[in-house]
């Protein structure tokens, strides 16, 4: 993997790390002292730090120090130190980057702990595969999760406007959001935050017109033309007023706090379920979930369920046995899952789920109701992206603000984006 990491992201990560590896610190002289490391909001940091506490309770021999870093700077930070030798014991892990690490032997093969410590046989082929590679088990589902539209329920009150629900196509979500941004009900707020940067938002709007991002030998499964009609749809939706225009969006950095639902410039934006209960806890006003819009009333499904993240434990680890049972504490025990919640994804057991649903809170429920919902209408889990596609992710978000800032045409757009989008799987 080739990454870079310049000197704001290592002062965050320094910062990240003083922050959110105390807890176990004091316990340095313990038998067993691990690491994890993960990605996500502060909601997830504290649902982590409780479950790590509540494991080290009950074992008072095992100290786990934490480190967290927002999505960017984690990729970044888990390179580094993977490539240097220093890989945390436990890695949060994306369904993106599980082939990748896994096939230049940076994590470990749990296969062999199946059924033993490792007691995951109740989630299913489907989420015990979407954690292998090669047939063999990398990574354990954290929860399962797809896209979702979530929407300020409030704002779309108030500006008379009813609010998008399951199944609008996108020119009707459109027109939608731009007589919310044409009530003017409130100062510099528009319908929706501009999606054209969205991995995921193009990846849905491609599979509804039986396109996909990779095919199955790992090649690119769309054209340039199609990133020029996906760029068009979001100049069209900036022509009509429906999205924020191009310097407001520039503010988001692909974190939840600074999502522009959650900034209060729009009514709605994109992002996964296991989000929902963090976007929720960063907003005062209710918020509902919807489904992404979709291409036609008869299109192909473009959402489908994906394991939200998984949790893997690094080959190099001195504490593979110690590092597995925690993982199997964390999706299989009562007291890890109570902990963990739905934050991180509807728990793929359904024993945990059963014993989850009656205690949670509304919202959470709301999540669980969405992937319940959600779940007749999806279409199958994608084949595993080539290494090198965790940086078109990023190349597309850098393309599309291109764009929206006038700087580049949607066609040309469509061009660079497609042969640089091949050449970063080709190197890869």
């Known amino acids: 993997m080739t990454l870079t990491i310049d000197r704001r992201q290592l002062l965050a990560g320094m910062a990240a790390t003083l922050a959110f590896s105390s807890i176990g610190l004091s316990r340095a002289n313990a038998a067993t002292a691990m690491r994890l490391l993960w990605w996500g909001s502060k909601e997830r940091s504290d649902r982590t730090f409780a479950a790590v506490k509540a494991y080290q309770a009950k074992n008072p021999d095992i100290t786990i120090a934490g480190e967290s870093f927002g999505w960017d700077s984690y990729w970044t930070r888990l390179a580094t130190q993977t490539g240097g030798g220093n890989a945390p014991d436990l890695i949060q892990m994306d369904y993106r980057y599980i082939f990748e690490y896994a096939r230049r032997g940076a994590l470990l093969d749990m296969t062999p702990y199946l059924g033993k410590s490792l007691k995951i046989e109740d989630f299913g082929p489907a989420n015990i595969d979407s954690g292998k590679v090669d047939n063999k088990i990398y990574g354990v589902s954290l929860g399962v999760n797809s896209f979702m539209v979530v929407l300020n329920t409030a704002a779309w009150a108030e500006a008379g406007v009813e609010p998008p629900h399951d199944a609008m196509t996108w020119e009707q979500v459109g027109d939608a959001c731009a007589k919310v941004t044409a009530a003017k009900k409130r100062r510099g707020f528009y319908g929706t935050a501009d999606a ?69 410039k729009a009514a709605m934006s994109f992002a996964h379920s296991n989000q929902f209960v963090a976007i929720q806890g960063l907003n005062k006003e209710k918020l509902d979930i919807v489904s992404y819009p979709v291409a036609s009333a008869d299109s192909k499904p473009g959402q489908y369920l994906k394991p939200s993240m998984l949790m893997s434990v690094s080959a190099t680890s001195q504490n593979k046995d110690a590092a597995v049972a925690f993982v199997n504490y964390l999706v299989e025990d009562p007291e890890g899952t109570k902990a963990l919640g739905v934050e991180r994804g509807v728990p793929p057991s359904k024993k945990i789920r059963d014993l989850l649903t009656p205690d949670l809170d509304p919202v959470s429920k709301q999540v669980v109701d969405y992937i319940g919902r959600l779940t007749p209408h999806v279409g199958a889990l994608p084949p595993s992206p080539p290494n090198g596609a965790g940086e078109n992710a990023f190349l597309l978000k850098k393309i599309a603000e291109e764009v929206a800032f006038g700087k580049t045409s949607a066609q040309d757009a469509g061009t660079k984006f497609t042969e640089q989008a091949a050449a970063n799987i080709t190197r890869g």
Not at 242 to 251: N, R
């Open 196 to 264: 054209s940067g969205g991995e995921p938002a193009l990846e849905c709007w491609l599979r509804q017109r039986g396109k996909a991002l990779y095919t199955t030998d790992g090649k690119l499964a769309f054209e340039a033309k199609d990133a020029t009609e996906w760029f068009d749809l979001w100049g069209h939706m900036r022509k009509i007023g429906a999205c924020v225009p191009a310097d407001v969006q520039a503010l988001d950095q692909q974190t939840l706090e600074t999502d522009m639902l959650v900034t209060k």
